[in-house]
């Protein structure tokens, strides 16, 4: 049968000839009669969705047959190395592969057949391997491993469940709003970056060098001046063109110097008055 391999879902239809005068008497049997097919294609944009995002590592985690799945991965160019769900709790057949359980679900291009369960370790599994793990889903088999995710995503028409667990719900069809979402969340960043950077340095320029004008050379300057090169520049930040960065970021040393920088001449103005 080609019909999976194409991503088609069929449905067998029989009949069973019973006799009228003794409707407990076996029958002759299921007969054939035909076939009822169905194909539920992807939304129009998840594919550029998923190519927008393939650098972000994206899975397919269904409870769908093989073939199928398989075949809608090779559609959207997600791939198709996939595996069934028994993996996630036999581990990887013996002989068949070299990689352990952790490296499989890191490499894979998804699951099939999953229960909520499989679904709960994956994403225990990516985040024990340092990942920040980000799920959609729109049922109540989605709930629990949404709960445990880093970014939980609700698409739209999902069930009540699964959004009272979502940090984000979807209100439109469309996937495309998780890439959107993405670019700017991280140009925001950028641009927190940016300002980071430059209040370092401008802090540090405006201090040693009005000191050594106001000190060394008797200079007197309006304060005004620093109202113009310091808040004048820093008002252009926010519409500023940034590029995204592909990878998360993290400002521990910009948190950390801005955190050292406030809290210092605060403990000593109290020092002062005490």
């Known amino acids: 049968m080609e019909y999976p391999g194409r991503g088609i879902r069929t449905l067998a239809v029989t009949y069973e000839e019973l006799d009228r005068d003794d409707p407990e008497a076996d029958g002759n049997g299921l007969e054939p009669v035909g076939l009822l097919t169905s194909f539920d294609p992807p939304r129009t944009d998840t594919k550029q969705t998923i190519d927008d995002a393939l650098g972000l590592g994206v899975k397919m985690v269904t409870g769908d047959q093989l073939a199928i799945a398989k075949e ?31 490296q499989m679900i890191l490499e894979a291009d998804g699951f099939v057949g999953v229960s909520p369960d499989h679904k709960c370790g994956i994403v225990k599994t990516l985040q024990g391997l340092g990942h920040l793990c980000a799920m959609t889903g729109d049922g109540a088999n989605d709930s629990p491993a949404l709960s445990k995710a ?33 670019r700017q969340s991280r140009i925001i960043f950028q641009r927190m970056r940016s300002y980071s950077i430059y209040a370092c340095a401008i802090t540090i320029r405006i201090v040693v060098y009005f000191a050594i004008l106001s000190f060394a ?26 590029l995204p960065s592909s990878t998360p970021e993290y400002a521990l040393a910009y948190g950390l110097h801005l955190t050292v920088s406030t809290y210092v001449p605060r403990s000593c103005a109290i020092l002062t008055r005490i």
């Open 72 to 102: 809608t991965g090779r559609r959207l160019g997600l791939g198709d190395n996939m595996f069934a769900a028994n993996v996630l709790k036999e581990g990887p057949p013996p002989g068949g592969t070299h990689l352990t359980l952790e």
């Open 150 to 182: 880093n970014i939980s995503i609700a698409v739209e028409g999902a069930t009540d469940a699964t959004r009272g667990v979502t940090g984000i719900v979807l209100t439109e069809p469309a996937l495309s709003t998780i890439g959107h979402a993405i």
């Open 217 to 242: 050379y008797q200079v007197n300057f309006p304060p005004f001046m620093v109202l113009i090169l310091n808040d004048g520049t820093i008002m252009t930040l926010p519409v500023d063109r940034v």
